[in-house]
C-alpha cells in the first residue's frame, strides 16, 4: 500500500505565482506617484529677491526660497558672498508640481526673467555672485537646460556661444537668512524702487521684447 503523502504538485507553485501577482499589482501605482511628486531647481539670475518673486508666482510653483550654491563653503552668509570669493551664486530653489509645470516651462520663465548676455553680473548687481546659472540635478535635468539654452539662443537669434548662463551640476542649497525671504511682500516699497533703479525690467525688455517675463512657447517653436 502506498503510504507517500499526496504529491503537492503544481497547487504551491500556482499558488506562489498568484501572490506574486497581487504583490506587483500592489506596487503598480507607486512610480506614477513618484513621477508627480514635487520636484526642485535650483537657478541664479543676479538678485535672488527678483528672481523669487518672479518665479514663486507661476501656476505650479509651490515655492519659492532664496539661498546660496556654487561655492565651496558650508553655511555661507549674506556678507560673505556679497563681498565676493565665496564661489556662491544668489540662487533661487524652486519647488514645482510636475503635474501642472514642467522643468522645461520654468526654465522659459527663468530664461526671460534674467540677461543671458551678460556674464559679469546681473543688471546694477556686479561680481560672480550675482551670475547666471542653471544649477541641475541628474541627466534628465542637466538635458533639458541644455536644450533650453539652444531654444533662447535660438529665439534670441543668437549664437549659443553668446549666452553667459552657466549651466553645472548642484553641490547643495544653503538657505539665505530669514530676513531675505519673500523680501518683495514683506518690504514691498524698499523693494520695488530697487527694482526700478537697477533697471531690470528696463533691459528684460531690451532683450526679449514682448516675451519678456514670459512663460510662452520657443518662438524658435522648440517643445522644450
Same mark, same amino acid.
Given at each position: 500500500?502506498?503510504?507517500?503523502?499526496?504529491?503537492?504538485?503544481?497547487?504551491?507553485?500556482?499558488?506562489?505565482?498568484?501572490?506574486?501577482?497581487? %504583490?506587483?499589482?500592489?506596487?503598480?501605482?507607486?512610480?506614477?506617484?513618484? #513621477? !508627480?511628486?514635487?520636484?526642485?531647481? &535650483?537657478? @541664479? $539670475? *543676479?538678485?535672488?529677491?527678483?528672481?523669487?518673486?518672479?518665479?514663486?508666482?507661476?501656476?505650479?510653483? %509651490?515655492?519659492?526660497?532664496?539661498?546660496?550654491?556654487?561655492?565651496?563653503? #558650508? !553655511?555661507?552668509?549674506?556678507?560673505? &558672498?556679497? @563681498? $565676493? *570669493?565665496?564661489?556662491?551664486?544668489?540662487?533661487?530653489?524652486?519647488?514645482?508640481?510636475?503635474?501642472?509645470?514642467?522643468?522645461?516651462?520654468?526654465?522659459?520663465?527663468?530664461?526671460?526673467?534674467?540677461?543671458?548676455?551678460?556674464?559679469?553680473?546681473?543688471?546694477?548687481?556686479?561680481?560672480?555672485?550675482?551670475?547666471?546659472?542653471?544649477?541641475?540635478?541628474?541627466?534628465?535635468?542637466?538635458?533639458?537646460?541644455?536644450?533650453?539654452?539652444?531654444?533662447?539662443?535660438?529665439?534670441?537669434?543668437?549664437?549659443?556661444?553668446?549666452?553667459?548662463?552657466?549651466?553645472?551640476?548642484?553641490?547643495?542649497?544653503?538657505?539665505?537668512?530669514?530676513?531675505?525671504?519673500?523680501?518683495?511682500?514683506?518690504?514691498?516699497?524698499?523693494?520695488?524702487?530697487?527694482?526700478?533703479?537697477?533697471?531690470?525690467?528696463?533691459?528684460?525688455?531690451?532683450?526679449?521684447?514682448?516675451?519678456?517675463?514670459?512663460?510662452?512657447?520657443?518662438?524658435?517653436?522648440?517643445?522644450?
Amino acid at each position: 500500500m502506498n503510504t507517500r503523502p499526496p504529491s503537492l504538485g503544481a497547487r504551491p507553485l500556482a499558488w506562489l505565482l498568484s501572490l506574486l501577482f497581487l %504583490l506587483c499589482v500592489a506596487v503598480a501605482p507607486a512610480p506614477a506617484m513618484a #513621477a !508627480n511628486a514635487p520636484q526642485e531647481a &535650483v537657478l @541664479a $539670475g *543676479g538678485c535672488f529677491w527678483c528672481l523669487e518673486h518672479d518665479l514663486e508666482k507661476l501656476p505650479g510653483v %509651490l515655492d519659492a526660497q532664496s539661498g546660496y550654491s556654487g561655492g565651496a563653503g #558650508a !553655511n555661507p552668509t549674506y556678507r560673505q &558672498v556679497s @563681498a $565676493g *570669493g565665496s564661489g556662491h551664486q544668489e540662487v533661487v530653489r524652486v519647488r514645482f508640481d510636475p503635474a501642472r509645470i514642467s522643468y522645461g516651462a520654468l526654465l522659459r520663465s527663468y530664461w526671460r526673467n534674467i540677461d543671458p548676455l551678460d556674464g559679469g553680473g546681473q543688471f546694477c548687481d556686479r561680481g560672480s555672485s550675482y551670475r547666471p546659472v542653471i544649477f541641475t540635478s541628474g541627466s534628465d535635468q542637466q538635458n533639458q537646460a541644455q536644450a533650453s539654452l539652444r531654444s533662447a539662443a535660438a529665439e534670441l537669434g543668437r549664437p549659443v556661444a553668446a549666452l553667459k548662463v552657466q549651466i553645472k551640476p548642484l553641490n547643495r542649497f544653503w538657505p539665505a537668512e530669514a530676513y531675505h525671504q519673500n523680501y518683495a511682500e514683506l518690504n514691498s516699497v524698499k523693494y520695488n524702487y530697487y527694482r526700478w533703479a537697477c533697471g531690470r525690467d528696463r533691459r528684460l525688455d531690451s532683450v526679449w521684447g514682448k516675451r519678456a517675463r514670459s512663460g510662452a512657447a520657443w518662438a524658435s517653436g522648440s517643445k522644450s
